[in-house]
């Protein structure tokens, strides 16, 4: 199973940046995605989740800026941020899992390298 998060980068506060994860070696389907986040020294954060069905969930902390999809025929999944926050600097990591009910807890099967978010004040 390998799983690729794209889509980092620099952002000035306000921005928008779009997060794309591509899982292969299984069916993507049937797979829960789930998109966390990392500083030094925190523990890993959920940022938003979707399951096989469609069900999604948010940290408390998005607070309607972030929107998570999947597109099945090309296994990919994306998170769309928008209104960017300094806070919102971190490592994102994308996981899968054949697990629906993990939503924000991060102990999915797979995971990603990770792709850095930037955002300037």
């Known amino acids: 199973v390998q799983v690729v998060e794209s889509g980092g980068g620099l952002v000035q506060a306000g921005g928008s940046l779009t997060l794309s994860c591509v899982v292969s070696g299984v069916t993507f389907e049937d797979y829960a995605i789930g998109w966390f986040r990392q500083v030094p020294g925190k523990e890993r954060e959920g940022v938003s989740s979707?399951?096989?069905?469609?069900?999604?969930a948010y940290g408390d902390f998005v607070q309607g800026r972030f929107t998570i999809t999947r597109d099945n025929t090309k296994r990919m999944a994306y998170l769309r941020m928008n209104s960017l926050k300094p806070d919102d600097t971190a490592v994102y990591y994308c996981?899968?899992?054949?697990?629906?009910?993990?939503?924000?807890?991060?102990?999915?099967?797979?995971w990603g390298q990770g792709t850095q978010v930037t955002v300037s004040s």
């Open positions: 979707i399951s096989s069905v469609g069900s999604i």
């Open positions: 996981a899968a899992d054949l697990d629906d009910w993990l939503e924000l807890h991060a102990t999915y099967d797979h």
